[in-house]
């Protein structure tokens, strides 16, 4: 004689499964919820975090995205070519403005620094004057091959993006690039500017203008 199935048998594992199913699907966000409140932040970062807020941000901004085109943008920078120029403004062998803050950071916080400020996602923004960033982008391309100006791009990339050792332009202040540019002229940037003064010696302001309006507009 058969027994009747009794009910909760047949029901129990559906609605378990059912549970189960739901669970999954709310499971991925819900852990990422868990981590992002729950996880202990990776010390070194913390410690970037504390100086970026105390001294840094006030000309940097806190995402790296200076407001003002005097400061340099550092969202999205390289963390070895920022952590190298921090020791640079360190030992004086760069000179400016950054000299004073630099000086009690550790070569540890100069690469959490470095790391904190490259992870930031940089901006894209617009260029207005389309015809001048016209003669920008062919510099930064092809170079001036009637002045012995070696295209850009053949060490910065095409992108704009950089290397580990050398720094991405793209999006950057276009004040601040042309500033630069004039300062490897001038060698009043004395870090590393054997190879950068060479080619800054052969731009014209207008190159020197129209190749820093191109970049500030590339992301
Ligand atoms: C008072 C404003 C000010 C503060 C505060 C400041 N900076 Fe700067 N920073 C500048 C200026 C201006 C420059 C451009 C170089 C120069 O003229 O000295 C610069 C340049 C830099 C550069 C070189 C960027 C490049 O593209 O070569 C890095 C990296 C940097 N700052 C990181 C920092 C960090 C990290 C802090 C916090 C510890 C900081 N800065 C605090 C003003 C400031
Ligand atoms: C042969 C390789 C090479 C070429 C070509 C080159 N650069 Fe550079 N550039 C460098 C190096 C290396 C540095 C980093 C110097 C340092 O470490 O301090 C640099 C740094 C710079 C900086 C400073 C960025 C900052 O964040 O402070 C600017 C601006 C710049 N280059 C613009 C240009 C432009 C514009 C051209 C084309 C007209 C160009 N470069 C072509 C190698 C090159």
Do not use: W
């Given at each position: ?30 852990a ?10 990776n ?14 941000s ?42 004073d803050?630099v000086?009690e ?6 690469k959490?620094?470095?790391v ?35 295209a ?9 993006d950089?290397t ?15 500033g630069q ?27 020197m203008?129209?190749?820093s309006v ?6």
């Amino acid at each position: 004689m058969h027994e009747p199935i009794p009910e909760s048998v047949v029901i129990k594992p559906i609605i378990a499964a059912l549970v189960a199913s739901v669970g999954l699907l709310a499971a991925p966000s819900f852990a990422q919820a868990q981590k992002a409140a729950a996880a202990p932040q990776n010390p070194q970062l913390a410690r970037a975090q504390e100086i970026v807020n105390g001294r840094c941000s006030l000309c940097h901004g806190a995402e790296g995205e200076s407001a003002s085109p005097i400061f340099p943008r550092l969202a999205g920078q390289h963390p070895e070519y920022i952590a190298k120029q921090l020791a640079d403004f360190k030992s004086g062998r760069r000179k400016g403005t950054m000299n004073d803050q630099v000086q009690e950071l550790t070569e540890e916080e100069m690469k959490a620094l470095g790391v904190f400020f490259g992870d930031k996602k940089p901006k894209a923004y617009t260029v207005s004057d389309q015809d001048l960033a016209a003669v920008g982008r062919y510099i930064y391309h092809k170079g001036n091959t009637y002045s012995g100006v070696a295209a850009c791009a053949s060490c910065h990339g095409a992108t704009g993006d950089g290397t580990d050792q050398l720094p991405r332009l793209a999006g950057q202040h276009a004040a601040y690039i042309e500033g630069q540019l004039k300062d490897f002229n001038k060698r009043e940037r004395t870090n590393d500017n054997a190879v950068m003064h060479a080619i800054a010696s052969k731009l014209t302001e207008l190159e020197m203008r129209a190749v820093s309006v191109y970049l500030s507009g590339k992301l």
